[in-house]
C-alpha cells in the first residue's frame, strides 16, 4: 500500500511537471526559413504562426508557384523546430522514467 501512494505522488508530482513544460512550450518560438533566407516563417510551440517574411525580389507574376513553395518549405521548417524543441524538454522530463518506446508524450 505504502508503494501505491508513493506510485500516485510521483504520477501527481509528474503531472504538475508536464503542466509546467507545456506552459513554457507554449511559449517557445521557433523561426523556419526557406529559399536561402528569401522566405521566414515564425511559429510559437503551439504551431501558431507569428510572423511571414517575404524578400521582396519574390512579387513576380511568374514566380506565384515558387512563392507557395517556399512558404510551405518555411513553414515546414519551423514546425519541425518546434517539435524538436518539444520532444528536448519531454527527453529531459522524464528522464530516468520506464516509459515503453512509441509511447509519445504528453498525453
Given amino acids: 500500500m505504502k508503494d501505491l501512494l508513493g506510485l500516485m505522488g510521483k504520477a501527481k508530482e509528474m503531472q504538475a511537471k508536464f503542466q509546467a513544460m507545456q506552459d513554457e512550450i507554449a511559449t517557445v518560438e521557433a523561426a523556419g526559413q526557406s529559399g536561402g533566407g528569401l522566405v521566414s516563417v515564425t511559429l510559437t510551440g503551439k504551431f501558431e504562426m507569428k510572423s511571414l517574411k517575404i524578400d521582396p525580389s519574390l512579387f513576380k507574376e511568374d514566380d506565384v508557384e515558387v512563392l507557395e513553395d517556399l512558404l510551405l518549405a518555411a513553414h515546414n521548417d ?30
Avoid: N, S
Avoid at 522530463?93 to 520506464?98: C, I, N, V, Y
Fill in 78 to 107: 519551423a514546425r519541425v523546430k518546434v517539435e524538436q524543441i518539444m520532444q528536448e524538454k519531454t527527453k529531459a522530463l522524464t528522464a530516468g522514467l520506464p516509459i515503453p518506446p512509441g509511447m509519445k508524450l504528453p498525453f
